[in-house]
């Protein structure tokens, strides 16, 4: 059926904020009466430089009203396979082992450096007891005095300018003496600060010895990936962020991040780059390749078709592992055994969630992300080397606030922590409600189903 709020072929993006805004809200408070966005809207930009006043309604709508169903076409068939298919072929012979575990975004929050080493602590055995850590830096650090890490009077649809202060970035990195060893800067937040937010960034993880991927210091490291060796086992990281929120490089600059449509309203994936890296990792000896994609549709807890597509694609031209962010909401974990190699299980995590949000007290659904913690395995197998998944665990967190003396602090926790101590917060009847509705979002990513 068509789409009643459909713009007609001639709708165009306004010239005025406020008249943009303003079109956007008529047409957002249309579809809050009909529900006809409770499914995925067809043919919607995520993009902000595809936009029109309807993009923009659906967005607004998406955020109050998270999309729990798949778009059509999805089959159940896609994610019928769990973890436990996760593990090493037989006449495998290991040599080498390697732990690697994932989180989401990790957004600014004005006031959070208060709370270092405290944000991980009850997650620090997931994401720092590992080899390689990695998340995905959402806004890039400036050097100019800091009053807040959102700047405002952005253009719509570009959304907001974010930013972080050295001390709230060192809040989000680490845990008393740990830290990420790898945070993707390639989103769209990336550009934020222009040229200047892309230099002090890359010194920053410079100084902190944090591999910072996506963002190439030169014309000739672009389309080359990133490479770390532990263990003995050689891991290539390469990436791609669907947008920069219409605020692109110059053209001279226009290396400055790896940026691809793998999520357009008008071109299929654009794969070229990310295959381009593949080439980089296959020509440096890599083990195992690793794509952290910046894509999707915000608040929708299920990837489209055209995502889904791309994946295997990816993984079918070398990818190994795709660690998927920025859709604020956490998305299924498909396990897809390859034909390239019918002996090895590919993990796609499509949205890990975040592991922050920009908002205290955010709703349930932008509360919850998603951390995996993996084993990698490097051997020999037919007397070839050989690397394998050999383990997988996916561990559903929050994002906690609470106060402590007056003063208020931020904690992630584990979602299994909480769901059999109800009783001890009988009178907190809305913990209770927030930990019940991130359990049921949880359930429905996780259960191996689409709705």
């Not at 994936?269 to 195992?288: A, M, N, S, T, V």
């Not at 499509?350 to 993996?374: E, F, I, R, V």
Request: proline share 5%.
């Amino acid at each position: 059926m068509p789409n009643a709020l459909a713009p007609s072929n001639d709708e165009t993006r306004q010239t005025s904020d406020s008249s943009f805004e303003m079109k956007a809200k008529e047409i957002l408070e249309r579809a809050m009466l009909s529900r006809e966005w409770d499914v995925p809207l067809a043919g919607a930009a995520t993009d902000a430089a595809e936009m029109n006043h309807v993009d923009l309604a659906y967005w607004f709508y998406k955020l109050e009203r998270p999309t729990l169903n798949a778009e059509s076409g999805v089959p159940d068939a896609l994610f019928a396979s769990d973890k436990s298919i996760v593990r090493l072929p037989a006449g495998f012979k290991q040599e080498s082992v390697l732990t690697l575990s994932a989180a989401g975004d990790l957004m600014p929050l004005d006031g959070i450096e208060g709370s270092s080493n405290i944000i991980y602590e009850k997650v620090s055995d997931i994401l720092f007891d590992a080899d390689i850590s990695f998340a995905n830096l959402e806004a890039p650090l400036t050097k100019e005095k800091f009053e807040s890490c959102l700047i405002q009077g952005c253009d719509l649809p570009k959304g907001p300018i974010l930013q972080n202060s050295f001390a709230m970035f060192d809040a989000l990195v680490r845990h008393n003496d740990k830290s990420f060893d790898v945070l993707s800067v390639a989103n769209n937040h990336s550009f934020d600060l222009g040229v200047d937010g892309i230099e002090t960034t890359r010194q920053v993880l410079a100084d902190n010895n944090i591999v910072g991927v996506g963002t190439p210091e030169s014309q000739a490291e672009y389309g080359r990936a990133n490479i770390i060796t532990k263990a003995g086992i050689k891991v290539g990281f390469i990436s791609a962020t669907f947008s920069l929120n219409d605020r692109d490089p110059p053209e001279n600059e226009s290396y400055r991040v790896h940026t691809a449509r793998l999520v357009s309203k008008y071109v299929e994936p654009e794969l070229e780059l990310l295959k381009e890296q593949i080439g980089d990792c296959r020509r440096e000896g890599c083990d195992f390749i690793v794509a952290s994609l910046h894509w999707g549709y915000e608040f929708e807890f299920f990837p489209r078709t055209k995502q889904i597509e791309a994946a295997h694609a990816l993984i079918e031209q070398g990818v190994d592992l795709i660690l998927g962010h920025h859709p604020h909401v956490i998305q299924p974990v498909e396990y897809y055994r390859t034909k390239r190699d019918p002996n090895r299980i590919a993990v796609i995590a499509y949205s890990l969630g975040g592991l922050t949000y920009d908002q205290w007290d955010a709703a349930p659904h932008l509360s919850l992300g998603l951390a995996l913690k993996m084993k990698l395995s490097k051997g020999i197998m037919d007397g070839t080397s050989r690397t394998f998944i050999d383990s997988i665990r996916p561990v559903p967190v929050f994002q906690q606030t609470f106060h402590h003396g007056g003063t208020r602090f931020l904690c992630i926790e584990k979602l299994e922590d909480h769901l059999t101590e109800s009783a001890s917060h009988e009178e907190d009847n809305d913990f209770t409600w927030r930990v019940n509705k991130m359990k049921s979002y949880a359930d429905l990513i996780l259960s191996n189903s689409t709705p």
